[in-house]
């Protein structure tokens, strides 16, 4: 199975700061098939990006996603207050579906 | 609306069989593949399964030996039981919904429900 490292495993930045968050997979996820999702505690993950890069329903631009191959990368471009909260990638190439083991994105 | 609800026992016991159901309300499951993924305290999400509106299933080999998957359709239900359970069972569980281009991919979540916390102890 594709295994999912995700960097760095805290992220300590203020409100309007950018945000650069890395997946590295163990194989190559050639066509793409990366999801992101973010988590507040308490509540599920919610997605925010699949392919790699397309926005789901109602997602703010300030998220962005890139990457191809083994390296991806999820931007917030300013983080606002309700950003502060676990991220997740998920990669769907290939079964058993896998996840990272998230990076936590806290308030300086 | 789609949404998704997970319901049952909070508390099983070692080597007891651990049985959850999610229901569905805002669109029929007949029209969707849904999944179970459990997440243990600090980690990160693990997939359980998957089962399409066919009523197959794929589920992920690291627990297929203990799994099972059905589906309600009169009631627009599905359910997950995991047989001997241990400790390492102990998790939330979440039910979502599929999403992704069958036979080209696998899948992505995009609606899961609230989760079940789950704990394995006698």
């Known amino acids: 199975e594709i295994v999912l490292t995700q960097s760095p495993g805290t992220l300590s930045l203020s409100p309007g700061e950018r945000a650069t968050l890395s997946c590295r997979a163990s194989q190559s996820v050639s066509s793409g098939y990366i999801a992101w999702y973010q988590q507040k505690p308490g509540q599920a993950p919610r997605l925010l990006i699949h392919?790699?890069?397309s926005r789901a329903t109602g997602i703010p631009d300030r998220f962005s996603g890139s990457g191809s191959g083994t390296d991806f990368t999820l931007t917030i471009s300013r983080l606002d207050p309700e950003d502060f909260a676990v991220y997740y990638c998920q990669q769907y190439e290939s079964s058993p579906e896998t996840f990272g083991q998230g990076t936590k994105v806290e308030i300086k | 609306q789609v949404q998704l609800q997970e319901s049952g026992p909070g508390l099983v016991k070692p080597s007891e069989t651990l049985s959850l159901t999610c229901t569905v309300s805002?669109?029929?499951?007949?029209?969707?593949?849904w999944s179970w993924i459990r997440q243990s305290a600090g980690k990160g999400p693990e997939f359980i399964g998957h089962l399409y509106s066919t009523g197959s299933t794929d589920y992920n080999p690291s627990l297929k030996s203990r799994l099972t998957m059905s589906m309600d359709k009169s009631k627009n239900q599905f359910s997950l039981k995991l047989s001997s359970v241990t400790a390492a069972d102990t998790a939330v569980y979440y039910c979502?919904?599929?999403?992704?281009?069958?036979?080209?991919?696998?899948?992505?979540?995009?609606?899961w429900g609230q989760g079940t916390l789950v704990t394995v102890s006698s």
């Open positions: 392919g790699a890069s």
């Open positions: 805002g669109v029929s499951i007949n029209t969707f593949h």
């Open positions: 979502a919904r599929d999403q992704g281009r069958p036979y080209v991919s696998w899948y992505y979540f995009d609606n």
